[in-house]
């Protein structure tokens, strides 16, 4: 069956195959957390992305291949619920933004900053470090060189808006500001988005309502 990003907590993961990488989603409880659990398909090695909650759902996933690494888009801790008991059964390194990791309970292994690689297997992700969300909220761009990006945005841009900023115009300011400037500017429209909640997008069906979100504010 194709893709579509539509999963339900307690339901199966939806798989994503690329060329060179599948990706997995999953979504955990209480709060409809996304999971995405990224495979090279020429090493095999496998990396997770916000151990949110749910280990053992996560840790079926994961297979007895194991990860090399969980990657925390943000410190708000439903996206690390889990994520001390998945280290502790796969040892697994652990990243985050730089400016984030103070704000995880478990220790950072690998600070992370704009710009900087996260590496699983022969692929590579190029960081993005937006603040308005969080302080250190990173995304992660896979440039699928057989195809469009493809982006995970934490908790920072949705289906039909930016993260909440809790009602706070500066926070919303700075965070719109980064997501227009590292993430609209330079990606195309089929960048297909994984955010940290809910069904994915393409930053194509959001474009058109830049505009709009910047005059209500939220």
């Known amino acids: 069956m194709?893709?579509?990003?539509?999963?339900?907590?307690?339901?199966?993961?939806?798989?994503?195959?690329?060329?060179?990488?599948?990706?997995?989603?999953?979504?955990?409880?209480?709060m409809n957390n996304n999971a995405y659990l990224l495979r090279c398909r020429k090493t095999g090695k496998q990396l997770l992305i916000d151990a949110a909650n749910e280990p053992e759902t996560l840790l079926e996933l994961i297979g007895a291949d194991g990860i090399e690494s969980v990657v925390t888009t943000h410190q708000h801790g439903d996206h690390w619920q889990a994520l001390a008991p998945v280290v502790e059964a796969t040892r697994a390194r652990t990243e985050a933004g730089r400016f984030d990791a103070e704000g995880i309970p478990v220790p950072t292994d690998v600070l992370v900053d704009d710009g900087g690689t996260v590496r699983v297997g022969e692929i590579e992700l190029t960081a993005r470090h937006l603040v308005g969300h969080t302080p250190g909220s990173i995304a992660l761009v896979y440039d699928d060189p057989h195809g469009h990006p493809h982006l995970f945005t934490g908790d920072c841009l949705f289906p039909g808006g930016v993260g909440n900023t809790h009602d706070d115009p500066e926070a919303f300011a700075s965070l719109l500001q980064d997501v227009e400037k590292?993430?609209?500017?330079?990606?195309?429209?089929?960048?297909?988005?994984?955010?940290?909640?809910?069904?994915?997008t393409t930053l194509g069906a959001e474009r058109p309502h830049l505009q709009e979100w910047r005059e209500r504010g939220w």
């Open 182 to 200: 590292k993430l609209f500017a330079q990606l195309p429209d089929e960048t297909w988005v994984y955010p940290g909640h809910g069904g994915d």
């Open 2 to 30: 194709a893709y579509t990003g539509e999963v339900q907590v307690g339901g199966p993961a939806d798989v994503h195959e690329l060329t060179d990488l599948i990706i997995s989603k999953v979504a955990v409880g209480p």
